[in-house]
């Protein structure tokens, strides 16, 4: 494992893609209502980073090996999708809660972000889904500071999560990100505490839990990308890209409408 320190220049431009990469959630959310679709959803992100930005949607045509290129601007996760989902023709519904996730690139650097959105009427667990998996997100982030270990947010959230009655995604993760959309090291979002690489001033990742209302056991769809739940259960997913510092951490994905931290984890 070669995990990249970011020197300041790297860190300014990291700030500045992480920045831009929340606006393009800040300039969508008015947008996210019944009815509309997906791939209007997409369209509309498109444009903004495009014409507005002048950044470049980071999941358009990304093809890691064994998949096909990935065929839109960002990632539409609806229910009982987990992470991946392609824009599609689909109008939302009412009760409907998705999971919108955003990389765009500037200036050769990568902001990775994603948050939930409820549509319309949402019940009560769906609600209670997206406020554990927000809560899940913080309390992996408080572990980060130089000398503490990787394993140490896998294990915080996991406790998080399982404690609440829910189940942790394995098979993804957070990563490392930088000039590449994925780097080392990988952010497991379960796992022992005191375990992985040590964490140094100078690392940026994204911490990303995936939490299911049911199993945690996932699948492939057949468009090659779209992963859901197995028992089709809700998903919920939030995600930052973090920084560590000499101190602790910053939080790089923020912007004028990035959701507050939450006052307390209790649910």
């Known amino acids: 494992m070669s995990i990249v320190i970011k020197n300041a220049d790297d860190i300014a431009k990291m700030r500045v893609a992480g920045k831009l990469a929340s606006e393009v959630l800040d ?25 507005v930005q002048g950044t470049i949607p980071a999941p358009l045509n990304y093809c890691p090996p064994g998949y096909t290129p990935y065929p839109k601007a ?8 987990v992470c991946h989902g392609i824009p599609a023709d689909k109008p939302l519904k009412n009760g409907d809660c998705v999971n919108l996730d955003i ?13 939930m959105y409820l549509v319309g009427d949402v019940s009560a667990p769906a609600r209670r889904l997206a406020k554990v998996t927000y809560n899940a997100m913080w309390i992996g982030i408080d572990q980060v500071k130089p000398g ?3 394993g140490d947010i896998g294990a915080a959230i996991q406790k998080y999560a399982e404690g609440a ?19 080392d090291p990988q952010v497991l979002h379960y796992g022992k505490a005191g ?26 769809m057949s468009d090659g990308w ?27 994905t923020q912007s004028e409408g990035t959701p507050a931290r939450p006052d307390s984890y209790a649910i």
């Open 27 to 51: 300039y969508i959310t008015p947008f996210v209502k019944v009815g509309v679709t997906t791939a209007e959803i997409d369209r509309l992100c498109h444009e903004y980073m495009r014409d």
């Open 74 to 81: 960002i990632c539409t996760s609806v229910n009982q999708v």
């Open 103 to 115: 990389t765009v690139i500037k200036d050769g650097y990568h902001g990775d972000n994603s948050r």
């Open 148 to 150: 503490a270990r990787f």
């Open 165 to 183: 009655g829910y189940s942790v995604v394995r098979e993804f993760c957070g990563h490392g990100i930088g000039t590449k959309f994925h780097e």
């Open 195 to 220: 375990t992985g690489p040590e964490m140094k001033a100078g690392m940026i990742f994204t911490i990303e839990p995936m939490i299911n209302a049911g199993k945690r056991d996932i699948k492939g």
């Open 226 to 252: 779209t992963i859901v739940t197995k028992d089709r259960s809700l998903s919920a997913q939030w995600e930052h890209t973090i920084l560590v510092t000499e101190t602790g951490y910053e939080i790089l």
